[in-house]
């Protein structure tokens, strides 16, 4: 998966981001390319100095987390990992039930001692 590249202007003084309108948020709009923020920072000449904010211009790597899948595929996925956790669980339900048996001959053996 290749990274995207996005561009983002900050606010240091309230810590928020630009949006549409000139508006400040948590989120803020992100630019694809640098040329796009540099033209909308050409057009916005002035109307960032309300209160005598300090800007600074953000490059982010955006990494998607995961391939876009289909819901069968996440169902299925989750009908696999199900099962596998049902055949461990057999395993496990099985090698304890082993165990119980082994030890049940061995106070059996015990008690009674070894069959000639």
């Given at each position: 998966?290749?990274?995207?590249?996005?561009?983002?202007?900050?606010?240091?003084?309230?810590?928020?981001?630009?949006?549409?309108?000139?508006?400040?948020?948590?989120?803020?709009?992100a630019?694809?390319?640098?040329?796009?923020?540099?033209?909308?920072?050409?057009?916005?000449?002035?109307?960032?100095?309300?209160?005598?904010?300090?800007?600074?211009?953000?490059?982010?790597?955006?990494?998607?987390?995961?391939?876009?899948?289909?819901?069968?595929?996440?169902?299925?996925?989750l009908?696999?990992?199900?099962?596998?956790?049902?055949?461990?669980?057999?395993?496990r339900?099985?090698?304890?039930?082993?165990?119980?048996?082994?030890?049940?001959?061995?106070?059996?053996?015990?008690?009674?001692?070894?069959?000639?």
């Amino acid at each position: 998966m290749k990274a995207k590249r996005v561009f983002k202007i900050r606010n240091t003084r309230t810590g928020e981001y630009s949006g549409p309108g000139h508006r400040w948020s948590k989120q803020g709009k992100a630019w694809s390319n640098i040329g796009h923020l540099k033209n909308h920072l050409h057009y916005a000449n002035g109307k960032y100095d309300e209160g005598n904010c300090v800007l600074e211009v953000y490059e982010l790597a955006m990494v998607p987390v995961a391939e876009p899948q289909t819901l069968d595929s996440v169902l299925a996925e989750l009908e696999q990992a199900k099962q596998e956790q049902e055949r461990l669980y057999q395993e496990r339900r099985a090698e304890y039930q082993r165990q119980q048996e082994l030890r049940q001959l061995a106070d059996l053996k015990r008690k009674y001692g070894e069959a000639s």
